[in-house]
């Protein structure tokens, strides 16, 4: 069965930090590429950080690029997403995603991530206070 749990989440103050964790079983993740997404109350689902299958390729949303990093270690299947410099506005359920198809960059990866062509974790909360 694969699965995917977030955790990390939390309340947090304006220009705080959080690091997000995600940690994968039930298949093959290391040629996958990794994704995490969010979504706000009221709002669509939007892309926050994208890494390529072999973590050599990122992508970030223009709103999260210089306070956000996203990172993996194969060894404990696990993909983070460190955040800082946190703003009310980072407030949502943050939800990772991996790959099925293999092999792809970043970039490739964060444009065509859909509910069919990857596996999600059921999000975890992040709330910023400002």
């Known amino acids: 069965q694969v699965q995917l749990v977030e955790s990390g989440g939390g309340l947090v103050q304006a220009g705080g930090s959080l690091r997000l964790s995600c940690v994968t079983s039930g298949r093959t993740f290391s040629r996958s590429g990794m994704v995490w997404f969010r979504q706000a109350p009221g709002k669509e689902r939007e892309f926050v950080a994208a890494?390529?299958?072999?973590?050599?390729?990122?992508d970030y949303a223009n709103s999260v690029k210089g306070r956000f990093t996203i990172s993996r270690d194969n060894a404990k299947n696990t993909v983070y997403l460190q955040m800082s410099s946190l703003k009310p506005e980072d407030t949502a359920v943050y939800y990772c995603?991996?790959?099925?198809?293999?092999?792809?960059?970043?970039?490739?990866?964060?444009?065509?991530?859909?509910?069919?062509?990857?596996?999600w974790g059921q999000g975890t909360q992040v709330t910023v206070s400002s």
């Open positions: 995603a991996a790959d099925k198809r293999t092999f792809r960059t970043a970039q490739a990866v964060g444009a065509t991530t859909t509910s069919e062509t990857a596996d």
């Open positions: 890494l390529g299958w072999n973590g050599d390729s990122t």
